[in-house]
């Protein structure tokens, strides 16, 4: 039930959001609500939605990291075709556009070949992504609202910090799928992988790429998102619930980013599936 307190609070935030919204030409519409349960339907419509409460940890923990399993999931083939691209094992489809390497890796290895590797990055994302946005949304509640620093570059630092701790589990994982995504890969399944690289070339391999994934990564998450609220405040000015606005700001701040941050991507592609005398036995 709705207390008269209640009703009054929510009477006056109808007429702050209008305040903010701006004065509409027919005045007669800002009249009082007739009774609470208007007065409560009123003022849920009108609320920013993305102001609702979600600053609880477990929750921001799970969303991110359901987000980021589903990012890698749908996007692992072309992360197969970009490794396959990038890598400095050569192959027939060396060289090529991504169709033609889509079809040579499905002609040659099979329909599932592009999705080999896909559990070591479901088991490294879950827990990076869930550390990644929940350092986020911290950092980034701190910076714009109890410091001075201009929110864009707030919202730069935030996640320029949270990929710190993001990279630190991912770096491993992304070793550990490259080389599985390798043409003509020695390696079998991502366990095997794990013991034989650590056997011949000991625990630095899991992390010989960190500095050049965090000088990558740093500036396409501070980049992205920094485009990413720009973007917001062009398309979706109000900040409501906008699909398509939130779409078109994440295409476009992902695709300059990573066009800004392509070239060290290759660099860490070609240190991830360097090897050292790695000899793996088949029985």
């Known amino acids: 039930m709705t207390s008269t307190d209640d009703y009054e609070s929510l009477t006056v935030n109808n007429y702050k959001s209008v305040y903010k919204m701006g004065l509409p030409e027919d005045k007669s519409s800002l009249s009082l609500p007739h009774d609470k349960s208007q007065a409560v339907s009123q003022s849920v419509s009108m609320d920013d939605y993305e102001s609702i409460p979600s600053d609880k940890l477990s929750h921001i923990m799970m969303a991110g990291a359901t987000a980021g399993i589903m990012e890698h999931c749908v996007m692992f083939p072309f992360d197969?075709?970009?490794?396959?691209?990038?890598?400095?094992?050569?192959?027939?489809?060396?060289?090529?556009?991504?169709?033609?390497?889509?079809?040579?890796?499905?002609?040659?290895e099979g329909v599932l070949r592009p999705l080999r590797g896909v559990n070591a990055v479901i088991l490294g994302a879950a827990p990076a992504h869930a550390l990644y946005f929940s350092c986020y949304e911290y950092l980034k509640d701190t910076f714009t609202n109890r410091t001075l620093?201009?929110?864009?570059?707030?919202?730069?630092?935030?996640?320029?910090?949270?990929t710190m701790l993001h990279d630190g589990i991912m770096t491993p994982a992304d070793v550990v799928k490259q080389r599985l995504q390798m043409y003509n890969s020695?390696?079998?399944?991502?366990?095997?992988?794990?013991?034989?690289?650590?056997?011949?070339?000991?625990?630095?391999?899991?992390?010989?790429?960190?500095?050049?994934?965090?000088?990558?990564?740093?500036?396409?998450?501070?980049?992205?998102?920094?485009?990413?609220?720009?973007?917001?405040?062009?398309?979706?000015?109000?900040?409501?619930?906008?699909?398509?606005?939130?779409?078109?700001?994440?295409?476009?701040?992902?695709?300059?980013?990573?066009?800004?941050?392509?070239?060290?991507?290759?660099?860490?592609?070609?240190?991830?599936?360097?090897?050292?005398?790695?000899?793996?036995?088949?029985?």
Request: hydrophobic fraction near 35%; proline fraction near 4%.
């Open 80 to 108: 197969t075709i970009k490794t396959r691209m990038q890598s400095l094992t050569t192959s027939s489809q060396t060289g090529r556009g991504m169709g033609e390497v889509f079809r040579g890796m499905v002609a040659q």
């Open 186 to 283: 020695p390696y079998r399944s991502m366990l095997e992988t794990i013991r034989t690289v650590y056997r011949t070339e000991g625990l630095v391999a899991f992390y010989r790429s960190y500095t050049t994934q965090l000088a990558m990564n740093v500036p396409f998450q501070s980049i992205h998102f920094i485009t990413y609220e720009v973007m917001q405040t062009i398309t979706n000015p109000s900040r409501s619930y906008n699909p398509i606005a939130h779409m078109m700001s994440g295409a476009i701040s992902g695709g300059v980013a990573a066009a800004i941050t392509t070239p060290l991507d290759v660099c860490k592609t070609f240190l991830n599936t360097q090897q050292s005398k790695v000899s793996v036995k088949h029985q």
């Open 149 to 162: 620093i201009n929110n864009n570059v707030g919202y730069g630092l935030a996640g320029g910090m949270a």
